[in-house]
Each structure stands twice: as C-alpha cells, then as structure tokens.
C-alpha cells in the first residue's frame, strides 16, 4: 500500500492554520464532548496527527471519556462504521469485533486507525505519532515516507544501510532545494 500522503498533508495544513487544536501529547482533549460535525474546530478541542486523522475520516465516531477527577474528556478510540472504506480492513482481515447489530461499528485504537488511513507500518506510525514529535519533526517525517522511506524507524534510528540512507538524503535536499 502506498503512503497517503495527501491525508497527511491536509492534517498538516489544518494544524499549522489552527495550531491550538494540535496536542500531540494526547489523541484527543477536550473541555466538553464537542459536536462531531465541527469536532476540530471545537473550542478547547485539540488532538495529536492520529487524532486529526481520525476525526477527519467519514463514518467514524470519535469516543470521548471522562477521566476520574478530571475536568477534561479524553479519546483514545475511534467508532469505524460500515461505509468507511477501512471497515473491512478491521473486520476481515485483522478480525475485530463486530459491536453492536442494529448500527454495527469496531472499536479501534485511534492510532492504529490512523496508521491504516495513512498506509504505514506499525514500526513507522509509533514513530510518527510519538507524543515529543513537533510539527516540524512530523513535517521532517513525511517528507521522508513521501521519498519512500517504508520503514520510518530504521530511517530515523540511522539503522538502515547508510549508502541508501545518503542516496536519499541527497535526492531529498535536491528536492526540497529546489522548490
């Protein structure tokens, strides 16, 4: 599967025109359970990349809890309905659970959603969507599995065969150079 590289650039360009609703140390906060047809732009609402990923996607649920003795609503998983095109993926292939009949959905860590809307690795999303990473270390990042880096993890360790890793960091450099 190719990267969806256009899914994270608009996730980008939304946290950079917005950079109040981006927290990438959580996958999602908010002040109030806020309205899912404007959830990011919801005031006190921020999410990490893979909560902006989530709460982008069509028939998806965001499911918010209230942590005891707190005043925030937190998100870590995301409602994946039949008309998503990734609800076969979690279904059929990786057999999550069917819930409830009458308006059936699975229940899916939103960052493994978000590493499945993406195209990524297990490896290169823990990367990706670690609760440090900057705006500017994600940017970093994309521009790396946008020049075919598939395993972002051995990239950014420096485990990788360094002939390729300076092969793609120079066309990398011509690249951003250039534009």
Known sequence: ???????????????????????????????????????????????????????????????????????????????????NKHYQHFVEELGYEIQDYDKPYVQVRISDFAAQVLGLSHASSLLLFDGRNTIETIKQMRDLIAYGFDNLYRRWHNLDNLDEVKYRESRISQFTNNS
């Open 1 to 83: 599967m190719q990267p969806n590289i256009k899914e994270l650039d608009a996730v980008i360009a939304e946290i950079e025109e917005k950079p109040e609703t981006f927290d990438q140390s959580v996958w999602g906060a908010a002040d109030y359970i806020p309205e899912e047809t404007d959830l990011v732009a919801s005031c006190g609402t921020a999410f990490c990349v893979a909560g902006h990923i989530a709460a982008r996607q069509k028939n998806t649920k965001i499911q918010w809890n209230k942590s005891e003795g707190f005043r925030r609503w937190y998100a870590e998983d995301v409602r994946v309905y039949p008309g």
